[in-house]
């Protein structure tokens, strides 16, 4: 995650709230265009609460790490070329996203690790 802004920072969070929400899907598209085609899947569940709750001052980045495992039923699995993170503000974030355009995420081809043998 990179703080793109030159003067604010993203201020640390405690107790239950996180400042980033993670999520991992799977896609036909690489700018997710076409959500309702997602296999969507939440990683969460295997990150470090303590990250979600760090800060970012002006201009720095903090680096996001975690593992998820997912099952794709083969008779769709051929249609997801892309796999792709998008971090959007946890619950009782400490910043906002200006808009919803989906500018928080970042794609790469599936072909690599999707294993979609059996067909």
């Given at each position: 995650?990179?703080?793109?802004?030159p003067?604010?920072e993203i201020?640390?969070?405690d107790?239950?709230?996180?400042?980033?929400?993670?999520?991992f899907?799977?896609?036909?598209?690489?700018?997710?265009?076409?959500?309702?085609?997602?296999?969507?899947?939440?990683?969460?569940?295997?990150?470090d609460l303590?990250?979600?709750?760090e800060?970012?001052?002006?201009?720095?980045?903090?680096?996001?790490?975690?593992e998820g495992?997912?099952?794709?039923p083969?008779?769709?699995?051929t249609?997801y070329?892309?796999?792709?993170?998008?971090?959007?503000?946890?619950?009782?974030?400490?910043?906002?996203?200006?808009?919803?355009?989906?500018?928080?995420?970042s794609?790469?081809?599936?072909?690599?690790f999707?294993?979609?043998?059996?067909?």
């Open positions: 995650m990179e703080n793109h802004d003067l604010i201020l640390p969070v107790g239950s709230a996180q400042n980033f929400y993670p999520a899907l799977f896609s036909q598209y690489s700018d997710l265009r076409a959500q309702q085609d997602n296999v969507t899947v939440v990683i969460t569940p295997d990150i303590s990250t979600l709750q800060g970012i001052l002006p201009n720095q980045t903090i680096t996001l790490s975690g495992k997912v099952l794709i083969r008779i769709t699995c249609g070329l892309y796999a792709c993170l998008v971090v959007t503000p946890g619950f009782g974030s400490t910043f906002r996203l200006l808009d919803d355009s989906l500018q928080h995420q794609c790469i081809q599936a072909s690599g999707l294993n979609c043998q059996g067909q």
